[in-house]
């Protein structure tokens, strides 16, 4: 058996920003105001499942306690094809603030998600100066399908989500033939889907409410602050000189 002095040897870590779990950190008074979350929607079809299935979520959000909004994409220019001060960028940016969780709902086109879809994700960059727009939020993914069901979309999302810096809840929800699944007036129909739906929907709620008030601790990163301590010694350097 190896001895507790050598794999407690950490040559190549920097020890002034290594730092013990702190169970205190994690247990700070809840918040007591609803739960923000934002829904994403990837289609701009006057019937448009995704969005059918957006607002379904956005009625069981509201049920569960949520406070929610929605970004229509209507009228999102492509990315690069504007600057950021284009009005939809900036109301995108400004939900995705505001949001402490979020839901990203997409159809499955070709095998993926929508060109819609990923267009307001690479709206929302990973930094705007100090600030982090997604980093700590949750997220939920979901997509609807014309055919067989897939989860083409869904894994997608969740790769974005991680390279977002979110926290994207284990549940998922995926809709086949979604043109079977809601009726005339655009409700979803009950069914084994609508189940997963609501699972998904109250999976997020908990998850958002058990993490947005330690999000910045859960977030922080031993490699940020040794980063962060290197610039600082870098400027007061400099101011030395």
Do not use: C
């Not at 059918?52 to 406070?67: C, D, I, K, N």
């Not at 997963?196 to 998850?207: A, I, Q």
């Amino acid at each position: 058996m190896p001895r507790a002095s050598v794999l407690s040897d950490l040559p190549a870590a920097s020890l002034n920003h290594l730092r013990q779990p702190d169970l205190e950190a994690l247990r700070v008074p809840f918040s007591s105001h609803p739960p923000r979350i934002l829904i994403l929607y990837g289609s701009l079809r006057i019937v448009s499942y995704s969005r059918l299935l957006a607002e379904e979520v956005g009625r069981l959000l509201t049920h569960f306690g949520a406070e929610v909004k929605f970004f229509n994409p209507e009228g999102l220019p492509l990315p690069d094809a504007a600057p950021t001060s284009h009005p939809k960028v900036q109301e995108l940016r400004e939900l995705s603030a505001w949001s402490e969780g979020q839901v990203w709902v997409s159809p499955e086109r070709h095998g993926a998600m929508s060109g819609i879809m990923k267009a307001q994700i690479d709206w929302i960059p990973l930094s705007v100066g100090s600030v982090r727009p997604t980093q700590g939020r949750t997220l939920a993914v979901m997509q609807v399908s014309g055919g067989s069901q897939s989860f083409n979309a869904v894994n997608q999302m969740r790769i974005l989500g991680r390279w977002m810096r979110m926290i994207t809840i284990p549940n998922q929800s995926s809709v086949a033939k979604a043109y079977q699944e809601f009726d005339a007036d655009g409700r979803m129909k009950p069914s084994s889907y609508y189940d997963r739906v609501v699972d998904v929907t109250e999976e997020l709620v908990k998850f958002t409410l058990l993490t947005r008030d330690v999000s910045s601790y859960l977030t922080d990163r031993y490699s940020e602050r040794k980063e962060e301590a290197g610039k600082l010694e870098q400027r007061v350097n400099l101011r030395s000189l």
